[in-house]
Every structure is written in C-alpha cells, then in structure tokens.
C-alpha cells in the first residue's frame, strides 16, 4: 500500500454510518459487520469522506495526538491496509488532482491527545440474515429468501 494512495468504501457491497466518535460498516456479501473506535471513525472520515491519503491523514492527527508523522503514517497504513484486507475499502482510480489537499488548518495550540490506536472490530453472528436482501429475494408469503451459494 502507498502513502499517497486514496481509498473509497466498496460500494454498493459495504454500507457505512458514521458518527462523532463511531462507525458501523457493513459488508453484504460477507455478511459481517464492523466497529470502529473513535481513531479509526476519524481516520475513515477523512478517507472517504474528504478523500485524504493515508501521508495526508498522519499530517492531520499529528497535530491532534502526540505522535510524530512517521508512527502516525504507519498506524494509518496500517489501519487502512486493515481495512482494504476485510474488502471494506478499495483504491480510489480517480485522478490525483481531485484529491483534497492536506488541511492545515487545524489548531495546534491545544493539548496533544495521547494516541490510542484505531480499532476495527468484526461481527459475524448475523451473516446469514445481512445476507438477505430482504426487498428483491422473498418468496410468495413476502419472507426473506437467501441467495444461492456462488
């Protein structure tokens, strides 16, 4: 994975709700779902939403945590390499010029949070009822019916 590289979620297969200080990701065709603590919130936040790189997000949280920029851009990559492996985010192919540039426009004159890595919990109790597609697949009663098995 490259530092310079932006991601996107892997839409239409993972669906996203993101809040303050937490994330819920679903994935449909694994049928897993996930959580994400409030680092990796923000760093998915910046990800997708404002198109950030990885390089772009360490600058960003280097301000914010007390971590310099190179251990911040090996958790980012690290988080998001995690991320990509779960099949939760893929390469953005958009052009480069498109990307956000950096925000530096945070303030620095606050305290420095300490760095508690981003988290990324997987559930998997519910993959066979994520794996319906309660509005397309119902027999005639109107019940859910699973797809079948590639």
Same mark, same amino acid.
């Given at each position: 994975?490259?530092?310079?590289?932006?991601?996107?979620?892997?839409?239409?297969?993972?669906?996203?709700?993101?809040?303050?200080?937490?994330?819920?990701?679903?994935?449909?065709?694994?049928?897993?779902?996930?959580?994400?603590?409030?680092?990796?919130?923000?760093?998915?936040?910046?990800?997708?939403?404002?198109?950030?790189?990885?390089?772009?997000?360490?600058?960003?949280?280097?301000?914010?945590?007390?971590?310099?920029?190179?251990?911040?851009?090996?958790?980012?990559?690290?988080?998001?390499?995690?991320?990509? &492996?779960?099949?939760?985010?893929?390469?953005?192919?958009?052009?480069?010029?498109?990307?956000?540039?950096? &925000?530096?426009?945070?303030?620095?004159?606050?305290?420095?949070?300490?760095?508690?890595?981003?988290?990324?919990?997987?559930?998997s109790d519910?993959?066979?009822?994520l794996k319906?597609?309660?509005?397309?697949?119902?027999?005639?009663a109107g019940?859910?019916?699973?797809?079948?098995?590639?």
């Amino acid at each position: 994975m490259q530092a310079d590289q932006c991601y996107r979620l892997d839409a239409p297969a993972v669906a996203a709700q993101i809040d303050e200080a937490e994330a819920i990701l679903i994935h449909f065709d694994s049928g897993s779902y996930y959580t994400l603590n409030a680092l990796g919130t923000e760093i998915l936040q910046r990800l997708i939403e404002a198109r950030r790189s990885a390089r772009d997000i360490a600058i960003q949280l280097a301000r914010r945590y007390d971590a310099n920029d190179d251990a911040l851009t090996l958790v980012v990559r690290d988080f998001i390499q995690r991320l990509f &492996d779960e099949r939760l985010v893929t390469p953005d192919d958009a052009s480069p010029s498109l990307h956000s540039a950096p &925000d530096t426009t945070l303030p620095t004159s606050e305290p420095r949070l300490p760095l508690v890595g981003p988290e990324l919990t997987k559930y998997s109790d519910l993959e066979d009822l994520l794996k319906l597609d309660p509005i397309h697949d119902v027999d005639e009663a109107g019940w859910p019916v699973a797809r079948p098995a590639p």
